[in-house]
């Protein structure tokens, strides 16, 4: 399989407040935008003992398959063993963590509920995601900080490249909680999820499926305008706008960087996203080549002193 086999988005599938279409990823949400209810999409059964991000996170995926023609009403049309999944996310357990480990400094190991071992893994989300819909293909969850989003999408398609699966399910999920945001030390927390489809493009071709957008190269370095410089060196020329990283307390964007391209800050829509911010930054550039921008755009995050990732998304039909 070739290192430079292209890589296409095929599906997208929003869980986020206020979201009914992929186009209110451009838009934004309605002010008054309700919480997700994971029960309306999904039903009842099954939910229980979930927490409060893997429920959000089967949403979106289940809304990523059926975009993606991976899946409709009446279950897959495609073979689970060759479908992955990739989750992007830092906060999903970690109220399960708190509360395990609170009981457990109170009354030992014996005050702990059976119920929570499952939620306390780090792959919980990715585990079950792929459990409810038979998707036996490579599993993996990221969670390195604001970089993992755009990190997961890289791995992802690196797998898809290598020939491990032919499609790749990748979620970003952050929920909104007080452990959460006593940990993040945000007053607002996104809370919901997005999946994204990955797959080669003529494995998109070959059944059908529609190209949304393309990954045109991604980089990791130390900071957002070397970042920047090497995403410029993949596809030359202007890009049509970009998605900045989520920044810390005052901390500016480095004065000069990309100067009159419109940026667009995902977190002044939806809160602080953490985990979840490259693949929303990822739904968000496809809904536009939807609405007919030409792109390319940009999509960076992370941190100075963690390191910045960035990807390069292209139109479908971008030759570059």
């Not at 997700?36 to 039903?43: C, H, S, T, Y």
């Not at 953490?274 to 930054?281: D, E, I, K, P, Y």
């Not at 990807?311 to 570059?320: S, W």
Request: one cysteine or more; glycine letters at 14%; proline letters at 7%.
């Amino acid at each position: 399989m070739s290192e430079f086999a292209q890589i296409v988005v095929s599906g997208v599938g929003p869980a986020l407040p206020g979201v009914a279409d992929t186009g209110d990823l451009v838009t934004g949400p309605a002010p008054s935008a309700e919480p997700v209810d994971p029960a309306v999409l999904l039903g009842k059964k099954g939910l229980k003992y979930k927490d409060r991000a893997t429920r959000l996170g089967l949403s979106a995926a289940l809304s990523g398959l059926r975009d993606a023609g991976l899946r409709d009403e009446d279950g897959p049309r495609a073979v689970g063993d060759r479908i992955g999944v990739v989750v992007a996310c830092n906060y999903g357990n970690v109220e399960t963590i708190c509360r395990v480990v609170t009981t457990i400094a109170a009354e030992t190991t014996r005050g702990t509920s059976p119920m929570d071992s499952p939620n306390a893994s780090s792959n919980i989300i990715a585990s079950e995601i792929a459990i409810r819909f038979g998707l036996r293909g490579p599993n993996l969850t990221v969670c390195n900080g604001d970089a993992s989003g755009l990190d997961a999408l890289h791995w992802a398609a690196s797998m898809l490249r290598s020939g491990r699966a032919e499609q790749i399910l990748v979620v970003g999920v952050e929920p909104d909680h007080e452990t959460v945001r006593k940990l993040v030390g945000a007053d607002r927390i996104v809370d919901g999820a997005v999946a994204v489809v990955l797959e080669r493009a003529e494995t998109a071709r070959a059944r059908g499926a529609r190209a949304a957008a393309r990954l045109g190269g991604y980089a990791r370095v130390g900071g957002v305008e070397e970042c920047v410089r090497r995403l410029g060196r993949l596809g030359p020329g202007t890009p049509g706008g970009w998605y900045v990283p989520e920044i810390a307390g005052d901390t500016e964007l480095p004065a000069g960087v990309l100067p009159g391209v419109p940026r667009h800050a995902m977190p002044d829509v939806w809160g602080s996203l953490s985990g979840a911010l490259g693949v929303v930054q990822c739904a968000a550039a496809t809904a536009r080549f939807d609405a007919g921008e030409a792109g390319p755009f940009y999509a960076l995050a992370g941190r100075e002193d963690d390191g910045v990732a960035g990807l390069l998304l292209l139109a479908p039909g971008d030759p570059r």
